[in-house]
């Protein structure tokens, strides 16, 4: 049944005849003009798109986010066994007599592959011992322009001055010719 009923075209309010549809809601008999339900269901649409929207970029600002706080924390918060290994490679690097067998530069690795990542994981262990004192063990190899090699390395965190202090750094030498250099040597009182 057409009725007449206003609306809002372009700004001017105009009066229209249209189908209507009939409900009743808890008893209250309401007749909403067909356009007027057309109208809002594309707003319904508009809102639930809108919303969709909203989700896809507020969980592509999540997985951003979560990806920029890991960068952030491993540039700025490095783990202790990248800590442990960057001393114990550069002790080494420094020490004479690991130059003299296998050359200069020195360069430092996690495992013998040619798999990027695997060598850049150091392989490690990290434990408390039964004072209280945290202990790091580290395993990477080095190789020089003249010959490669192994080293082991502990270190614990000193409960007094909070730095670490080696348990002992061992450099194995491979090639060119076998050897094992003792570098760092330290038992705590």
Not at 26 to 38: C, E, L, Y
Not at 98 to 125: D, F, H, K, L, M
Request: glycine share 8%; hydrophobic share 35%; aromatic share 8%.
């Amino acid at each position: 049944v057409p009725i007449p009923f206003r609306g809002l075209a372009n700004g001017v309010i105009t009066n229209y005849r249209s189908c209507s549809q009939a409900f009743e809601i808890n008893g209250v008999k309401i007749t909403i003009p067909a356009h007027a339900r057309s109208l809002a269901s594309r707003a319904s649409d508009s809102v639930q798109q809108s919303s969709s929207q909203l989700m896809r970029k507020g969980s592509g600002l999540g997985i951003a986010a979560a990806a920029g706080y890991a960068v952030f924390k491993e540039l700025i918060f490095q783990p202790k066994e990248y800590k442990i290994f960057g001393k114990a490679l550069d002790r080494v690097q420094n020490d004479s007599q690991v130059r003299v067998r296998i050359g200069s530069p020195i360069t430092g690795y996690g495992q013998e592959t040619r798999n990027r990542a695997a060598c850049q994981r150091i392989p490690n262990r990290t434990w408390t011992d039964e004072d209280g004192s945290e202990h790091v063990q580290v395993n990477f190899y080095i190789r020089g322009p003249h010959g490669a090699g192994k080293v082991s390395a502990e270190m614990v965190k000193d409960k007094v001055d909070k730095k670490w202090k080696y348990i002992y750094l061992i450099v194995e030498i491979r090639s060119p010719s076998p050897a094992q250099l003792l570098l760092e040597s330290y038992v705590p009182a």
